[in-house]
């Protein structure tokens, strides 16, 4: 059964840094692309970046772009996210997802990635 666990949020001033964490379990590493999404209140969950399960391509969404450094730790089935210069836009519920079979077209389609964890919320005050 793949379970995701995803943690790190946390309230944070304009500029400053959060490192996300995503633990997956019931999972081979490098067999699954993990994503990271958010939603903010009333607005619809968006792909944020994504590690990709062939070759470890990294995708970033032009919102973080930058300033996000998605990364993996094959011995801890971890995903990082690490955010920096956040910004109050940031502001949402952060997601981490996985799936096996994701193609390069679809990676921010939250529809398309078949596990989930539950969310880690991120404040980012102003």
């Known amino acids: 059964e793949v379970q995701l666990q995803a943690s790190g949020g946390g309230l944070v001033q304009t500029g400053e840094s959060l490192r996300l964490s995503c633990v997956a379990s019931?999972?081979?590493?490098?067999?699954?692309?993990i994503g990271w999404f958010r939603q903010a209140p009333g607005k619809e969950r968006e792909g944020v970046s994504c590690?990709?399960?062939?070759?470890?391509?990294?995708y970033y969404a032009d919102s973080v772009k930058g300033r996000s450094t998605i990364s993996s730790d094959f011995a801890k089935n971890t995903v990082y996210l690490q955010m920096n210069n956040l910004k109050p836009e940031d502001t949402a519920v952060y997601y981490c997802?996985?799936?096996?079979?994701?193609?390069?077209?679809?990676?921010?389609?939250?529809?398309?990635?078949?596990?989930w964890g539950q969310g880690t919320q991120v404040t980012v005050s102003s």
């Open positions: 590690v990709g399960n062939v070759g470890g391509t990294t």
């Open positions: 997802a996985a799936d096996s079979s994701i193609i390069t077209s679809s990676i921010y389609d939250p529809r398309q990635w078949d596990y």
């Open positions: 019931g999972v081979t590493f490098g067999d699954y692309a």
